[in-house]
């Protein structure tokens, strides 16, 4: 079965450290996305890629960094600079350019906390 | 600015009709989104919109007016697996890119 794996679903992070959110997809979807989602907010753009070994940064960017290596793989990497990182992220992936009613396909999501 | 508005939360009864309205104000617009997440899990879609209308998928029907900037998701004969939060989100011109609403939070009663 095709779809999006995210993984931990839980994740616990300690002060000044780096965590590293892992996302992978078997869609052949050129274009993957990572969004935090905290109550009541909705979810929020961290990051996108439409192509490999290239991305953009969305709405939140600030204290994240993801890299693209691979078609099937876009990790986000949550740094120490990030100071309130408990929320639950989520990775979607898509056609890219697809218009019509391509949908984007997320995963399960990891929530991270803070120890 | 861009801004998309859904109720925070509705409650409906089992076996009755429920209507979620989103309101947006976008730079661009080449479709309307509906998605379906229960707590804790993934969104999984429901219904696409670009065209002024009514898209009927079963239970669920969305409708769309563009002039407007308004939609809804009219969710029939709700069973109790329908308590769930439903996200409503904007695709932009010429970008893959989705703006999301806040979601409502849909409770059903027995």
């Known amino acids: 079965d095709g779809g999006i794996t995210q993984s931990p679903k839980y994740l616990f992070r300690k002060e000044g450290q780096n965590v590293t959110l892992s996302c992978e997809q078997n869609l052949n979807h050129d274009a993957m996305y990572w969004y935090r989602q905290d109550p009541g907010q909705g979810l929020r753009l961290i990051y996108y890629?439409?192509?490999?070994?290239?991305?953009q940064k969305g709405d939140i960017a600030e204290g994240y960094s993801v890299s693209r290596e691979k078609k099937e793989s876009f990790p986000l990497t949550v740094t120490s600079a990030q100071k309130n990182p408990t929320a639950f992220y989520l990775c979607?992936?898509?056609?890219?350019?697809?218009?019509?009613?391509?949908?984007?396909?997320f995963g399960d999501g990891t929530r991270l906390s803070i120890l | 600015g861009q801004n998309i508005d859904q109720p925070t939360e509705m409650t409906a009864t089992e076996g009755a009709i429920v209507q979620i309205n989103c309101t947006y104000q976008?730079?661009?617009?080449?479709?309307l989104f509906w998605y379906q997440q229960h707590a804790g899990e993934a969104p999984t879609f429901l219904s696409y919109n670009v065209l002024d209308g009514l898209e009927e998928k079963g239970r669920f029907s969305s409708f769309l007016s563009r002039s407007k900037g308004y939609s809804y998701l009219l969710l029939k004969e709700l069973q109790m697996k329908d308590s769930a939060s439903y996200l409503c989100a904007v695709r932009g011109l010429n970008t893959d890119k989705l703006i999301f609403g806040t979601g409502t939070r849909l409770q059903v009663f027995p």
């Open positions: 890629s439409q192509i490999v070994n290239d991305f």
């Open positions: 976008t730079s661009g617009f080449n479709g």
């Open positions: 979607a992936s898509s056609i890219v350019g697809g218009g019509g009613n391509q949908p984007q396909h």
